[in-house]
C-alpha cells in the first residue's frame, strides 16, 4: 500500500530564517505530487504541483520554492521567511489519470 | 472558472443527531466531487468520491453524499452523529475536462458534536 510521509511535523523558524520541508511517497511510482497551504481559519491554497522530476508548476507567486530531484521525493524551499508564510503544509500525490488525492500528515510551520 | 461554496463556517449537533453539512459547486461541467475530512493537527483524510457514476455516493464512517445536477449540490449527511465525528470537512472539486487534476476546495465546516 502506498504511504506518504512529511517532516519535520512541526517547525518553529525566525522571520529571514531559510525553510525545507519534505515529502516522500511510497509504494508507488511517477505520481503527481501537489503542495498545499493551510492558514488558519481558511481553506488549502494550491502552491505548486509537479507531474514528473524537475517539472515545477507554481500556483500563486510568492517567496516560495519547490523541487523534485526523485519520482517521490517533493520538496518546499524558501530563502528568507516571512510571518506570513506561516502555515499548515500539506503534501499530497495523486496517480496520474485517477481522481483523488491523498494528503500526508501535514507540517506546522510558525514563523516568529 | 470552478468554484465550491461551503454553507456554514460551523455546524453544532446533539449526539445521535443528523449530521448535513452542504456545498454547491459552480461549474459549467459537473465536475468530480469529493469530500475530506481533518481532524485537528492532521492531513486531510478522502470520506467519499463522486466521479459521474451512480449520484448516491456512501463514503467511510457512515457518510455518504448525493449528488444533484439541477441543485449544483454535493450535500454530506450522516443519520447519526458521533462524538468522534467532530472535525472539519472540506468539500472539492475538480474538473472533467483538465488535462491535469487540480482539486478546488471549499473554505472548509467544522462539525461540533455535544453529547
Known amino acids: 500500500s502506498q504511504t506518504i510521509h512529511q517532516w519535520p511535523a512541526t517547525l518553529v523558524q525566525p522571520v529571514g530564517s531559510p525553510l525545507s520541508l519534505e515529502c516522500t511517497v511510497e509504494?508507488?511510482?511517477?505520481?503527481?505530487l501537489y503542495w498545499y497551504r493551510q492558514a488558519a481559519g481558511r481553506g488549502l491554497q494550491l502552491l505548486f504541483y509537479?507531474?514528473?522530476?524537475?517539472?515545477i508548476s507554481s500556483e500563486v507567486p510568492q517567496n516560495l520554492s519547490a523541487s523534485r530531484p526523485q519520482d517521490r521525493q517533493f520538496i518546499l524551499s524558501s530563502k528568507k521567511l516571512l510571518l506570513s508564510d506561516s502555515g499548515f503544509y500539506l503534501c499530497?500525490?495523486?496517480?496520474?489519470?485517477?481522481?483523488?488525492?491523498?494528503f500526508g500528515p501535514g507540517t506546522r510551520l510558525t514563523v516568529t | 472558472a470552478q468554484s465550491v461554496t461551503q454553507l456554514g463556517s460551523h455546524v453544532s449537533v446533539s449526539e445521535g443527531a443528523l449530521v448535513l453539512l452542504r456545498c454547491n459547486y459552480s461549474?459549467?461541467?459537473?465536475?468530480?466531487l469529493f469530500w475530506y475530512v481533518q481532524y485537528p493537527n492532521q492531513g486531510l483524510q478522502l470520506l467519499l468520491k463522486?466521479?459521474?457514476?451512480?449520484?448516491l455516493v456512501k463514503g467511510i464512517n457512515g457518510f455518504e453524499a448525493e449528488f444533484k445536477k439541477s441543485e449544483t449540490s454535493f450535500h454530506l449527511t450522516k443519520p447519526s452523529a458521533h462524538m468522534s465525528d467532530a472535525a472539519e470537512y472540506f468539500c472539492?472539486?475538480?474538473?472533467?475536462?483538465?488535462?491535469?487534476?487540480?482539486?478546488?476546495f471549499g473554505t472548509g465546516t467544522r462539525l461540533l458534536v455535544s453529547p
Open positions: 499530497a500525490w495523486t496517480l496520474p489519470g485517477a481522481y483523488e488525492q491523498y
Open positions: 509504494g508507488t511510482s511517477n505520481p503527481n
Open positions: 509537479s507531474v514528473g522530476i524537475g517539472q
Open positions: 461549474s459549467s461541467v459537473p465536475p468530480y
Open positions: 463522486y466521479t459521474s457514476a451512480a449520484t
Open positions: 472539492a472539486s475538480q474538473s472533467q475536462n483538465t488535462g491535469f487534476q487540480k482539486l478546488v
